[in-house]
């Protein structure tokens, strides 16, 4: 990964505390300066799936961390419904747990290309800040349906509501810039409701911008978190029946086991880092479990209308911008 | 309408001592904020506190002997600003990286 190798701050993990290296000054008489931050600061992207984006940041202030990791969650925008206008709700399912889980639906709309509603937009907003979708679902009995059926979708028409039965209604001049798999739900099959022959819905939900800290149906990320590098050092040979006990205690894959029954650390990486060594007094001693204090391990996971590392770097803005803003109000004064 | 207000009653300690209160900020860029201006050896104290939890305010206090709080604050900002700067280079560097080595293998592969 790195070239050149450094010397990792540890952070010790002993069975009741967590020790310090006696060597390791920490961040006490830490001066900050540009130029040592720039030499310091390393990123290595490890993962980027459909699973979400995994990347080391090494070498950065915990406050720094918190704020990226903090700013994902509740400051990065997003399209989410924040309106239902309910004409008919004949289900058994009330209009506000209905409206509340046509909110949290995610929509694939790119936040970056439409404005926050002001407080003096009309009701109705306009083509740049609002999206508009209609539902409208009637559940029916199917004619053809025998008496000895008994699956429901043999029986009803139109028994489940879909997120794919939401229909875009465009807005002014948005149809020619948008088409409907830009706007519409990312997932065409979150069940809304269940209806029976004679229940109907019929609603119109307005789409707008906002941010996490508003209401978490804004979040851009299902989750974003980060933990320590964890480090595992074996001080003495673990061999036999021992060796699998002590591989026992670790995540899957962390300890290996060579042909000597002998153990090794194979990838301390993915280690939960549980301490359940210290539970055995035969393998008390045999390990020293550590974590590099500046070693962020960052996993982003889109809920899927921006890509994870867009996510990160438009985090990385906002925390820019908010800078940005105070600076030219003090030169300002 | 600005965001930044200074809180009274620091008038006869000089220039060096300042409570400035942001509006709609919180510990995201209190902490931030907090972790680069204390590490200047000219400040003597930085801190932040947010008094209430349902007001969106952040008083964030800076005192030094011998600069004034205005200009450490900006100093401290620039800071940040230049910070986010450099981690977007480097980050979109080696996602550009990650990108073109993944692209490559994927070729290689079929």
């Known amino acids: ?333 | 309408m600005g965001a930044l207000a200074e809180l009274a009653g620091d008038e006869k300690n000089g220039e060096g001592s300042r409570t400035f209160v942001f509006l709609n900020e919180g510990h995201t860029l209190g902490n931030a904020l907090k972790t680069i201006i204390a590490r200047y050896p000219e400040v003597d104290f930085c801190g932040y506190t947010i008094p209430h939890p349902t007001e969106q305010k952040l008083h964030f206090r800076i005192q030094s002997r011998r600069d004034r709080a205005v200009d450490l604050l900006k100093r401290g900002l620039e800071d940040l600003e230049a910070l986010c700067d450099h981690t977007m280079e480097v980050f979109g560097k080696e996602m550009n990286n990650f990108n073109a080595a993944n692209s490559r293998s994927v070729q290689e592969n079929t």
Not at chain 1, 196 to 217: C, F, I, N, S, Y
Not at chain 1, 277 to 283: A, C, H, K, S
Request: charged letters at 30%; proline letters at 4%; a negative charge.
């Open chain 1, 1 to 333: 990964m790195s070239s050149t190798k450094r010397k990792e701050p540890l952070l010790y993990m002993e069975e009741h505390r967590v020790k310090e290296d006696p060597q390791d000054y920490g961040l006490a008489d830490d001066v900050f300066n540009m130029e040592v931050f720039k030499k310091k600061l390393q990123v290595a992207i490890i993962r980027n799936d459909e699973d979400g984006l995994e990347f080391d940041m090494i070498g950065v202030y915990p406050a720094i961390a918190n704020a990226f990791r903090r700013l994902m969650l509740s400051e990065v925008p997003s399209m989410a419904i924040e309106k239902v206008y309910i004409y008919n709700n004949t289900s058994i399912i009330q209009d506000e747990v209905l409206a509340h889980r046509m909110g949290l639906l995610p929509l694939k709309a790119d936040p970056r290309l439409f404005a926050y509603r002001t407080e003096e937009s009309s009701e109705a907003g306009t083509e740049q800040d609002t999206l508009e979708y209609e539902l409208k679902v009637k559940c029916t009995r199917r004619k053809d349906a025998s008496k000895d059926q008994s699956n429901f979708d043999d029986i009803y028409k139109n028994h489940k509501v879909y997120s794919g039965h939401l229909k875009w209604l465009p807005k002014g001049k948005q149809a020619q810039i948008y088409s409907e798999s830009m706007v519409n739900c990312i997932h065409e099959d979150i069940l809304i409701a269940q209806l029976r022959p004679g229940h109907e819905l019929d609603l119109r939900l307005v789409a707008v911008k906002g941010l996490g800290k508003d209401h978490a149906k804004f979040s851009p990320v299902a989750t974003a978190y980060y933990r320590l590098l964890p480090q595992i050092k074996l001080n003495r040979e673990v061999t036999g029946k021992d060796a699998y006990l002590l591989q026992s205690c670790f995540s899957p894959g962390v300890i290996g086991i060579d042909e000597n029954e002998c153990a090794y650390v194979k990838d301390a990486r993915y280690d939960s880092c549980s301490r359940n060594v210290y539970r055995y007094p035969q393998l008390e001693d045999s390990v020293t479990l550590g974590r590099v204090r500046d070693h962020y391990i960052f996993t982003v996971e889109s809920v899927g209308s921006l890509k994870p590392d867009v996510i990160f770097l438009e985090a990385v803005k906002v925390l820019k911008k908010k800078c940005r803003a105070f600076i030219d109000e003090i030169e300002a004064e």
